[in-house]
């Protein structure tokens, strides 16, 4: 069994800030992707940022400049620093991973957190 359990969400003020954890737990082989998706209500859920097991990174143009992704490969964690925040970025916030569990052979496949949200008011 594989758990992403995300934490760090909350209300700010635009222009505010906050940080977003997630942690993946369980018979874990090896993880290589981790991301951040939102959907906003009412619409679909869309990619913020990835991380690659080596670092590497991408970020959806809404959010460049603003967001930062990073992650602790010792901790199977990743982070979403968010600066800057605006109404828009209002969501519920989603972490993502790709991860390799052994069960007689190895198993990869995409896990979800349970989501948090993120509320900024103008």
């Known amino acids: 069994q594989v758990q992403l359990v995300e934490s760090g969400g909350g209300l700010v003020q635009a222009g505010g800030s906050l940080r977003l954890s997630c942690a993946a737990s369980?018979?874990?082989?090896?993880?290589?992707?981790m991301g951040w998706y939102r959907q906003a209500t009412g619409k679909q859920r869309e990619l913020v940022a990835v991380?690659?097991?080596?670092?590497?990174?991408n970020y959806a143009d809404s959010v460049k400049d603003r967001f930062t992704i990073s992650r602790d490969n010792a901790k199977n964690t990743v982070y979403l620093q968010m600066n800057s925040l605006k109404p828009e970025d209002t969501a519920v916030y989603y972490c993502?991973?790709?991860?390799?569990?052994?069960?007689?052979?190895?198993?990869?496949?995409?896990?979800w957190g349970q989501g948090t949200q993120v509320t900024v008011s103008s």
């Open positions: 369980g018979n874990i082989f090896s993880v290589n992707h």
């Open positions: 991380i690659t097991s080596g670092g590497s990174t």
């Open positions: 993502n991973a790709i991860i390799t569990v052994v069960i007689i052979t190895p198993h990869t496949r995409d896990y």
